[in-house]
């Protein structure tokens, strides 16, 4: 048991080094301003689902674009809210006449089952534009966000682009370490990209040419499965070559929104995202889910060990073994996203992830997960 903790701690840690080789080689992107073809648009599909709380300031967002207000639209699918959502958006179109924003109602019976796929690809459906973004009713962005993402498509001609995902206003030492952790996924995302073996870009800011959805068949082979729309859209569309998926390294690209409030929240959310590692991912991701989830296993056994034998070195020294690449990754992550002040929490981190991460991965493998009232 100890030997294979040890071991587990170097492969985990030889991959984190292999991701900050990954991040460090991808270029930040600037906004650049780019000619706007006469006839190009950009469609922004925002999937809601009871987001009253929300819609006003996402919709808000598009006032202050640096774009020209004739090159995009943003189609709004309702997924069966049951809150205020339709109307505020409804409200919102009549009094911005400016902007191009439809509202979509998905009928009675129609998403059901397949929930944010079904109205993504609803939203595409009629989608006047020929490059589609992706992104969430609870998510803000900047002015530059258009302009970047289109400017990066306009140089590099890609197949699928993924965008940073920041947590902001974090309180509470929960929504903390949910942004610690969250950064860390972003970026070996966006390193394992780099390095030319995509596994994990994240729905609410993707971008992609609309033919290429469709050259894919969207997300037809998975359609009796309702979550993974992002991840599994990536994995269609490499066979068609790996070197056409970027990440934009801009923070100008990325949107923002906010960490779940409450623990429960948090495993629920956590829990859902790691059930479809073994059903919708590749070899490659499931081996490297594999190691990280026996690592923390293994130590939360080894921390056990200690109160039996006293001799806490079994449990210290795999522990160290993948800290130290993991705080280097995450301090140079940290300092590109402007959050630099979440590293206090690296090191209590450390003493819960091993129950953190086997409770979630052992309870993900049973029962179905709650999403807004929905199961999944």
Known sequence: MVLTVYILSIAYALFICWCIAGWLRLPETENEKVSVEKNLIVSVIIPARNEEENILSCLGDFLRQDFPVNSFEV???NDHSTDATA???RKFIESNPRLKIAIIDLVSGEGNNLYKKQAVTKGIDCARGSLIITTD???RRGPLWLSTIAGFFHRNHSELVSAPVFFEGEKTWIEKMQSLEFLGLVAIGAAAIRNKMPFLCNGANLAFPKNIFYEVNGYHAERNTSSGDDTQLMMKIIPRGKNNIHFIKSRHAAVTTKAKSSLRELLQQRQ????KIPR???AFTTFIAAI???LHVG??????????TGNAWNFLFPLIIKMIPEFVFLTIVCRF????GLLYLFLPAQFIYPIYISFVGITSLFGTHQWKGRNQ
Do not use: P, Q, Y
């Open 75 to 77: 189609i709004v699918i």
């Open 87 to 89: 109307e505020l958006t």
């Open 137 to 139: 009713a609870d998510c």
């Open 272 to 275: 859902r995202w790691a059930s």
């Open 280 to 282: 919708h991912m590749n």
């Open 292 to 294: 990280a989830f026996f």
């Open 299 to 308: 130590l939360f056994v080894m921390a056990g060990m200690v109160l039996i």
């Open 337 to 340: 996203a402007g959050k630099s």
